[in-house]
């Protein structure tokens, strides 16, 4: 778990970058700062691995307070990784990966044997690429010998700084996905950084929004999209993307409340969801029983229902999205 208490950065005493910022992060995590360039995400993430240090304020890791470790062995154990990749290019793939567990004079044969676990991981073939420097590789493939070494020395924490920010949009979701699959795996604490909303959506479990240094609004992806705290969130997200977000609606979204007949709607035999069942069941069901009318109803009372031409205006809205549902 990592906390921020009240965590605030000026340099040379001037404006505050990181302002009164407080903030928990779960074991297991993996959560997203995401505001606009300038917001002070990267100060916020260097200040947990102490690139930088907090003008004020307390930052914890599983409840100890940072500065009570040295920074070199608090950096040893947290992997970080930059839009920049910043492999050494004098060093080969595996001599790259291997860096820091050689610092922290692990056993030669286990560095061997775990840096061929990571490249497979991050989903390099090892025979191809063990030997190669990284000039040889596309960016995408640096990126992947950047994520395997953050993780060579096996951190509890995993910090990322836009990481996939410089590739192309279709290799970017390629890395996002391999991201999510590791998480699911290592059960890491991921903290990601991007000033890409869809890339937070995407991929956090939570999401925290920055503005001028101070957290707007840190909750999961659904109810940020859903119930953003204020103008400035709305805005930020923009209207119109939940309804490009067709995961994350449920049948509570797309219901008419106040449709004439509900009490008329006689639900014992019929076909009925409930309110926060997911879109993709509601149009399985739609299709199944090809209903042009479905009751939404919780504890036995219809609260809504869902109309055959609201399912076919909103899958007009959402195609091509809606290939996958
Ligand atoms: N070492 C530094 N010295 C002075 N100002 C800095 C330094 N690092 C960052 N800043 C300033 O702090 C603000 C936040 O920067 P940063 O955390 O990099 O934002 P982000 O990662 O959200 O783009 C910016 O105005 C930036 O110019
Ligand atoms: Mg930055």
Known sequence: MIQLIDVSKTFNGKDMVVDN???????????????????????????????????SGTIKINGKDIKETNAIDLRR??????????LFPHLTVGQNIGVVPRLTKNDPAKIAKRTIELLE????????????YP????????????????????????????PFSALDPITRCQLQDELLNLQKELHKTFV?????VDEAIKIGDKIAVIQDGRIMQYDTPETILKKP????????????????????????DIMDDNYDNMKAIEVKDMVFVQPDTPLSEVLKLHEKHNLSIIPVVEQGVTVGVITEPSILSL?????????GL
């Open 21 to 55: 910022l407080s903030l928990e992060i779960k074991q297991g995590e993996l959560v997203v700062l995401v505001g606009e360039s300038g917001c002070g995400k990267t100060t916020t993430m260097k200040m947990i691995n102490r690139l930088e240090e907090a003008s």
């Open 77 to 86: 154990n947290i992997g970080y990784v930059i839009q920049q990749v910043g």
């Open 121 to 132: 991981m991050t989903g390099l073939k090892h025979e191809d690429y063990l030997n190669r």
């Open 135 to 162: 000039k040889e590789l596309s960016g995408g493939q640096q990126q992947r010998v950047g994520v395997a070494r953050a993780l060579a020395n096996n951190p509890d924490i995993v910090l990322m700084d836009e």
């Open 192 to 196: 990601f950084v991007t000033h890409d």
């Open 229 to 252: 705290a204020n103008q400035f969130i709305q805005n930020f997200v923009g209207q119109d993307r939940l309804w490009k977000t067709p995961e994350m609606l449920r049948a509570l």
């Open 315 to 323: 899958l007009a809205e959402i195609i091509p999205g809606s290939e």
